[in-house]
């Protein structure tokens, strides 16, 4: 009876052993179904339409010297701010820079000629108003002014607003997707594990185009603003 003790006691050991080891492995199973999650993309679009407009231009004149450049620069310079008053635009909206001077020189240096510009820019809320001034600026073509004008920028002020219901919505359609992935496999949803904010992208209604760094088209009016998230979700 002695001698089978220690056998007795062997077998004790190695069920022990067995059990504990079962336990620990179906904690294991269980602790890997709780870390399973299905992560899937959702994505809203809203469109907008500019509430801000941009518009750059200047002209140049050029001559022998810098007084001779002079003269006919003030004078289309005169008759643009006449156009932009006729045009009814509004205290603040105008600003003009300062004359900038460039030099045009021969491949041994000798100064031939020197180039004076003046280029203005106006900012405006009336983006209906600004957009027929642009529209009617070829009337100074017509009187002989050298305009080089740059398109419209249309610009959209408040994204700041936008993005906070974009994002929910885009949450919402990732909530819905994954709902209808693990409903076909017959799971269940957990909770929310984690959310990955893309860049917005701001283009051109009806646009495909993307950026890893975001797009902000600036030359319509009308935009479609994207909204994209990556959520993961625990699996029950």
């Known amino acids: 009876m002695k001698e089978r003790l220690p056998l007795l006691a062997g077998f004790a050991v190695l069920g022990l052993a067995i059990g504990l080891g079962a336990v620990v492995l179906a904690d294991g199973i269980r602790d890997r179904n709780r870390n399973e999650t299905i992560s899937v993309t959702g994505s809203a679009k809203a469109r ?5 407009i941009i518009w750059d231009a200047s002209v140049t004149s050029q001559a022998a010297t810098p007084d001779g450049a002079l003269p006919p620069l003030n004078a289309w310079v005169a008759q643009v701010r006449a156009f932009l008053a006729a045009e009814g635009t509004q205290p603040g909206e105008v600003l003009f820079n300062p004359i900038s001077t460039d030099t045009l020189t021969t491949n041994s240096g000798r100064v031939t000629a020197y180039k004076l510009t ?35 920028q249309y610009v959209y002020t408040k994204l700041a607003d936008l993005r906070p219901k974009l994002l929910a919505a885009a949450t919402k359609d990732a ?19 984690d959310v990955n904010v893309g860049v917005f992208q701001i283009t051109a209604p009806n646009s495909t185009e993307v950026s890893d760094y975001g797009v902000y088209d600036t030359s319509t009016l009308s935009k479609d603003v994207t909204a994209v998230v990556n959520v993961s979700f625990a699996l029950k």
């Open 175 to 193: 909530l819905v997707r994954a709902k209808v992935l693990v409903d076909a496999t017959g799971g269940k949803l957990g909770g929310l594990r």
């Open 118 to 152: 003046r280029s203005f820019e106006v900012r405006s809320a009336r983006v209906a108003a600004i957009a027929k001034l642009v529209e009617d600026s070829q009337q100074l073509l017509g009187k002989g002014v050298p305009l080089q004008a740059q398109p419209p």
């Open 48 to 52: 907008i339409v500019s509430d801000y």
